[in-house]
């Protein structure tokens, strides 16, 4: 079974951390027929250099953005150019574990039905490389979806998903940190099924930037106005969506970043054998 992988870099990323990245991804266990990576606006000499490498090698098609359109774009117009239907995703500095493409496609040629196949990652200090977090996710379709009406339901850097039934509802939409999050709920509106794989999949480098991305007024706002989609499409209650941007302002908002992530790290996230 041919699948794609999408990619999608911009001027901020780490240089080095994107060529691990993509060497994550060439060096699979089962390596994808083609990795299409979208270059979302300008990007340093030493990123671009390292773009130039691969865009010599044919496994990749590389797509270049005048402007920066930010991720929820980006992927939108990545997954656009990816010759097949199954197609996995992966972030520009994280490190994709050596089997996880053969669980994913072993299980969709198992499972044609469902739409979304992801599975757990392992964060780790991005100086000392000492794990400190581990994300898991539900693994079956029911516990999916009704988790998905507390917090996002996906680790979305490891998901192999059919774009068939993305474009279903409309694919990815611009949604300031929550594209995807937005999408999953789209599809749980439109009856897509989903899993997780058990297992970690992805190592995420995680430390203080990350917590700070997740914290502020737009971010909070942003997901505030997710929470009341949803609501208004009867995915959760009012009571529910009170609950949900309460705390979200709490952490979010009032919250400062060192405390946040000790919250994070203590309680969002949770041990290896959790």
């Not at 671009?48 to 865009?55: A, R």
């Not at 757990?120 to 079956?140: L, Q, T």
């Not at 300031?176 to 599809?187: A, K, V």
Request: net charge neutral; with cysteine.
């Amino acid at each position: 079974m041919k699948f794609s992988v999408c990619m999608c870099v911009y001027g901020g990323d780490n240089a080095e951390n994107f060529d691990t990245a993509v060497q994550s991804v060439i060096q699979q266990t089962l390596p994808p027929s083609e990795i299409i990576l979208v270059v979302d606006g300008p990007v340093p000499q030493g990123l671009d250099s390292i773009i130039k490498k691969y865009e010599q090698n044919d496994l990749f098609g590389v797509v270049r953005l005048e402007s920066n359109q930010g991720l929820g774009n980006a992927r939108r117009i990545a997954l656009a150019h990816t010759s097949n239907d199954y197609v996995a995703l992966m972030d520009a500095d994280d490190i994709s574990c050596e089997d996880r493409f053969a669980q994913q496609i072993a299980y969709a040629k198992q499972h044609p039905d469902v739409a979304i196949i992801g599975g757990n990652i392992e964060e780790f200090d991005a100086e000392s490389k000492d794990i400190i977090g581990y994300r898991k996710v539900p693994e079956h379709d029911a516990e999916i979806k009704q988790y998905a009406k507390y917090r996002c339901p996906f680790n979305h850097m490891t998901v192999l998903l059919k774009k068939s039934k993305i474009d279903e509802v409309g694919g990815y939409i611009d949604w300031y940190f929550d594209e995807d999050y937005y999408l999953w709920i789209r599809m749980i509106l439109n009856q897509s099924k989903f899993y997780n794989i058990p297992s970690v999949l992805v190592r995420v480098r995680g430390g203080a930037d990350m917590y700070q991305r997740r914290g502020g007024w737009k971010y909070f706002l942003s997901e505030a106005r997710l929470q009341q989609y949803m609501w208004k499409k009867g995915f959760i209650s009012i009571l529910t969506c009170a609950y949900n941007i309460a705390i979200r302002f709490i952490l979010q908002v009032l919250l400062p970043n060192r405390v946040r992530g000790i919250i994070f790290q203590k309680f969002a996230r949770s041990g290896r054998n959790a």
